[in-house]
Protein backbone atom coordinates (compact mmCIF):
# COMPACT_ATOMS: atom_id res chain seq x y z
CA UNK A 1 0.00 0.00 0.00
CA UNK A 2 1.52 3.39 -1.28
CA UNK A 3 -0.70 5.45 0.54
CA UNK A 4 -2.01 7.16 -2.35
CA UNK A 5 -5.80 6.91 -2.31
CA UNK A 6 -7.74 6.74 -6.00
CA UNK A 7 -11.58 7.39 -5.84
CA UNK A 8 -13.08 5.49 -7.84
CA UNK A 9 -11.74 2.54 -8.61
CA UNK A 10 -13.80 1.95 -11.50
CA UNK A 11 -15.75 4.48 -13.84
CA UNK A 12 -17.94 3.68 -16.91
CA UNK A 13 -19.68 6.68 -18.96
CA UNK A 14 -20.56 7.49 -21.76
CA UNK A 15 -19.38 9.35 -24.58
CA UNK A 16 -19.88 13.11 -24.20
CA UNK A 17 -19.71 12.70 -20.42
CA UNK A 18 -17.66 14.49 -18.06
CA UNK A 19 -16.24 12.48 -15.13
CA UNK A 20 -14.57 13.60 -11.85
CA UNK A 21 -11.42 11.44 -10.14
CA UNK A 22 -9.81 12.04 -7.17
CA UNK A 23 -6.95 11.69 -5.28
CA UNK A 24 -5.32 11.86 -1.76
CA UNK A 25 -1.91 11.95 -1.68
CA UNK A 26 0.48 10.71 0.84
CA UNK A 27 0.08 12.50 3.86
CA UNK A 28 3.21 15.12 4.10
CA UNK A 29 3.47 14.84 0.25
CA UNK A 30 2.79 18.42 -1.36
CA UNK A 31 3.45 17.62 -4.98
CA UNK A 32 0.52 15.66 -6.98
CA UNK A 33 0.92 14.13 -10.48
CA UNK A 34 -1.89 12.42 -12.90
CA UNK A 35 -0.98 9.78 -15.50
CA UNK A 36 -2.57 8.16 -18.15
CA UNK A 37 -2.15 4.71 -19.18
CA UNK A 38 -3.94 2.81 -21.87
CA UNK A 39 -4.18 -0.64 -23.06
CA UNK A 40 -0.60 -1.78 -23.26
CA UNK A 41 0.61 1.61 -23.50
CA UNK A 42 3.70 3.28 -21.42
CA UNK A 43 2.41 5.76 -18.74
CA UNK A 44 1.68 9.15 -20.18
CA UNK A 45 2.35 12.53 -17.88
CA UNK A 46 -0.81 15.37 -17.74
CA UNK A 47 0.05 17.29 -15.21
CA UNK A 48 1.98 18.16 -11.85
CA UNK A 49 0.49 20.10 -8.68
CA UNK A 50 2.68 21.65 -6.31
CA UNK A 51 0.80 22.69 -2.69
CA UNK A 52 -2.05 23.73 -4.72
CA UNK A 53 -0.17 25.28 -7.59
CA UNK A 54 0.50 24.34 -11.06
CA UNK A 55 3.95 23.11 -11.51
CA UNK A 56 4.12 21.03 -15.06
CA UNK A 57 2.14 20.14 -17.90
CA UNK A 58 2.54 17.01 -19.87
CA UNK A 59 0.23 16.18 -23.09
CA UNK A 60 -3.07 16.87 -20.99
CA UNK A 61 -5.87 17.32 -23.01
CA UNK A 62 -7.91 20.60 -23.46
CA UNK A 63 -10.85 18.56 -22.50
CA UNK A 64 -8.95 17.73 -19.13
CA UNK A 65 -8.39 19.54 -16.24
CA UNK A 66 -7.37 19.14 -12.39
CA UNK A 67 -6.66 21.48 -9.44
CA UNK A 68 -5.52 20.78 -6.27
CA UNK A 69 -7.00 21.99 -3.24
CA UNK A 70 -5.89 23.37 0.10
CA UNK A 71 -6.00 19.89 1.79
CA UNK A 72 -3.71 18.70 -0.97
CA UNK A 73 -6.19 16.19 -2.41
CA UNK A 74 -6.48 16.61 -6.13
CA UNK A 75 -9.52 16.58 -8.67
CA UNK A 76 -8.82 15.67 -12.60
CA UNK A 77 -11.79 16.25 -14.79
CA UNK A 78 -12.68 14.80 -17.96
CA UNK A 79 -15.32 16.18 -19.64
CA UNK A 80 -16.69 15.54 -23.76
CA UNK A 81 -15.50 12.15 -23.04
CA UNK A 82 -14.41 10.08 -25.70
CA UNK A 83 -13.75 6.13 -26.51
CA UNK A 84 -10.16 7.08 -27.01
CA UNK A 85 -10.37 8.14 -23.26
CA UNK A 86 -10.98 5.25 -21.96
CA UNK A 87 -7.42 4.27 -19.96
CA UNK A 88 -6.45 3.69 -16.32
CA UNK A 89 -5.67 6.90 -14.88
CA UNK A 90 -3.05 6.86 -12.01
CA UNK A 91 -2.21 9.58 -9.33
CA UNK A 92 1.01 9.73 -7.99
CA UNK A 93 2.38 11.69 -5.53
CA UNK A 94 6.14 12.80 -4.08
CA UNK A 95 7.29 15.49 -1.26
CA UNK A 96 9.07 17.42 -3.71
CA UNK A 97 11.69 19.61 -2.11
CA UNK A 98 12.40 22.22 -4.46
CA UNK A 99 16.24 21.81 -4.23
CA UNK A 100 16.36 18.88 -2.71
CA UNK A 101 18.59 18.22 -6.30
CA UNK A 102 17.45 14.39 -6.91
CA UNK A 103 14.61 13.29 -8.27
CA UNK A 104 11.83 12.34 -5.50
CA UNK A 105 10.56 8.94 -5.61
CA UNK A 106 6.90 9.02 -6.46
CA UNK A 107 4.03 6.81 -5.25
CA UNK A 108 1.42 5.90 -7.24
CA UNK A 109 -2.23 4.98 -6.46
CA UNK A 110 -4.04 1.76 -7.90
CA UNK A 111 -5.97 4.05 -10.14
CA UNK A 112 -9.26 4.49 -11.64
CA UNK A 113 -10.05 2.21 -14.51
CA UNK A 114 -12.32 4.58 -16.77
CA UNK A 115 -14.31 2.86 -19.33
CA UNK A 116 -15.84 5.15 -22.10
CA UNK A 117 -19.04 3.27 -24.48
CA UNK B 1 14.43 16.53 -20.42
CA UNK B 2 16.75 13.62 -21.31
CA UNK B 3 15.02 10.74 -23.53
CA UNK B 4 15.39 7.60 -22.94
CA UNK B 5 15.86 4.63 -24.71
CA UNK B 6 15.20 1.10 -23.32
CA UNK B 7 14.45 -2.28 -24.79
CA UNK B 8 11.02 -3.19 -25.21
CA UNK B 9 10.98 -6.75 -23.87
CA UNK B 10 13.25 -9.15 -22.54
CA UNK B 11 12.84 -13.10 -21.31
CA UNK B 12 14.55 -14.77 -18.36
CA UNK B 13 14.58 -17.62 -16.23
CA UNK B 14 14.13 -18.23 -12.93
CA UNK B 15 17.42 -17.80 -11.09
CA UNK B 16 19.42 -16.47 -13.35
CA UNK B 17 20.28 -12.79 -13.43
CA UNK B 18 18.66 -10.06 -15.45
CA UNK B 19 20.52 -7.06 -16.74
CA UNK B 20 18.35 -4.01 -18.16
CA UNK B 21 20.55 -0.99 -19.90
CA UNK B 22 18.50 2.43 -20.44
CA UNK B 23 20.57 4.84 -22.48
CA UNK B 24 20.49 8.63 -21.81
CA UNK B 25 22.44 10.34 -23.92
CA UNK B 26 21.77 13.81 -23.28
CA UNK B 27 21.33 13.46 -19.67
CA UNK B 28 22.17 16.97 -17.45
CA UNK B 29 24.31 17.54 -14.61
CA UNK B 30 21.85 17.60 -12.33
CA UNK B 31 19.56 14.80 -13.12
CA UNK B 32 19.24 11.53 -11.31
CA UNK B 33 18.15 7.92 -12.85
CA UNK B 34 15.39 6.47 -10.89
CA UNK B 35 13.80 2.48 -12.00
CA UNK B 36 10.42 1.88 -11.15
CA UNK B 37 8.53 -1.58 -11.85
CA UNK B 38 5.10 -2.25 -12.81
CA UNK B 39 3.34 -5.45 -12.71
CA UNK B 40 -0.54 -5.21 -14.67
CA UNK B 41 -2.93 -3.07 -13.25
CA UNK B 42 -1.01 -1.09 -10.34
CA UNK B 43 1.01 1.74 -10.44
CA UNK B 44 4.64 1.71 -10.91
CA UNK B 45 6.68 1.37 -8.22
CA UNK B 46 10.33 2.59 -6.86
CA UNK B 47 13.00 0.07 -6.80
CA UNK B 48 16.12 2.12 -7.07
CA UNK B 49 18.25 5.53 -7.64
CA UNK B 50 21.36 6.86 -8.47
CA UNK B 51 23.16 9.34 -9.62
CA UNK B 52 26.85 7.47 -10.53
CA UNK B 53 29.03 4.00 -10.02
CA UNK B 54 26.90 1.89 -8.08
CA UNK B 55 23.49 1.70 -6.15
CA UNK B 56 22.70 -1.30 -4.36
CA UNK B 57 19.97 -2.12 -1.80
CA UNK B 58 18.08 -5.21 -1.07
CA UNK B 59 16.00 -5.69 -4.46
CA UNK B 60 18.43 -4.70 -7.01
CA UNK B 61 21.33 -2.68 -8.33
CA UNK B 62 22.21 0.26 -10.30
CA UNK B 63 25.04 0.02 -12.20
CA UNK B 64 26.21 3.96 -13.92
CA UNK B 65 29.30 4.02 -15.88
CA UNK B 66 30.97 7.66 -15.64
CA UNK B 67 29.97 9.25 -18.55
CA UNK B 68 26.52 8.53 -17.06
CA UNK B 69 24.95 8.18 -20.59
CA UNK B 70 23.28 4.72 -19.78
CA UNK B 71 22.42 2.92 -16.64
CA UNK B 72 22.11 -0.95 -16.10
CA UNK B 73 19.36 -2.38 -13.36
CA UNK B 74 20.07 -5.69 -12.38
CA UNK B 75 18.05 -7.79 -10.62
CA UNK B 76 19.76 -11.08 -9.02
CA UNK B 77 18.10 -14.34 -8.68
CA UNK B 78 14.91 -13.37 -10.69
CA UNK B 79 11.87 -15.47 -9.95
CA UNK B 80 7.98 -15.27 -11.52
CA UNK B 81 6.97 -12.86 -9.18
CA UNK B 82 9.58 -10.23 -11.30
CA UNK B 83 7.65 -10.74 -14.52
CA UNK B 84 6.86 -7.09 -14.99
CA UNK B 85 7.59 -3.37 -16.72
CA UNK B 86 10.61 -1.49 -15.60
CA UNK B 87 10.59 1.46 -16.03
CA UNK B 88 14.27 3.67 -16.67
CA UNK B 89 13.19 7.72 -15.21
CA UNK B 90 16.31 10.02 -15.44
CA UNK B 91 15.46 13.66 -14.14
CA UNK B 92 16.27 16.30 -11.20
CA UNK B 93 13.56 18.13 -8.80
CA UNK B 94 13.93 21.15 -11.16
CA UNK B 95 12.00 19.08 -14.23
CA UNK B 96 10.28 16.36 -12.11
CA UNK B 97 6.92 16.42 -13.05
CA UNK B 98 8.34 16.18 -16.87
CA UNK B 99 10.04 13.48 -16.54
CA UNK B 100 8.43 10.83 -18.93
CA UNK B 101 8.73 6.97 -18.20
CA UNK B 102 8.85 5.78 -21.80
CA UNK B 103 7.36 2.58 -22.81
CA UNK B 104 9.51 0.35 -20.71
CA UNK B 105 10.67 -2.88 -20.50
CA UNK B 106 8.55 -6.35 -20.45
CA UNK B 107 10.57 -8.42 -18.32
CA UNK B 108 9.33 -12.42 -18.68
CA UNK B 109 10.80 -14.72 -16.29
CA UNK B 110 10.07 -18.09 -17.21
CA UNK B 111 9.81 -21.27 -14.92
Known amino acids: DSGVTQTPKHLITATGQRVTLRCSPRSGDLSVYWYQQSLDQGLQFLIQ???????AKGNILERFSAQQFPDLHSELNLSSLELGDSALYFC????????????????FGPGTRLLVL | LAKTTQPISMDSYEGQEVNITCSHN???????ITWYQQFPSQGPRFIIQGYKTKVTNEVASLFIPADRKSSTLSLPRVSLSDTAVYYC????????????FGDGTTLTVKP
Open chain 2, 89 to 100: LVGGDTNAGKST
Open chain 1, 92 to 107: ASSVERPGAGYQETQY
Open chain 2, 26 to 32: NIATNDY
Open chain 1, 49 to 55: YYNGEER
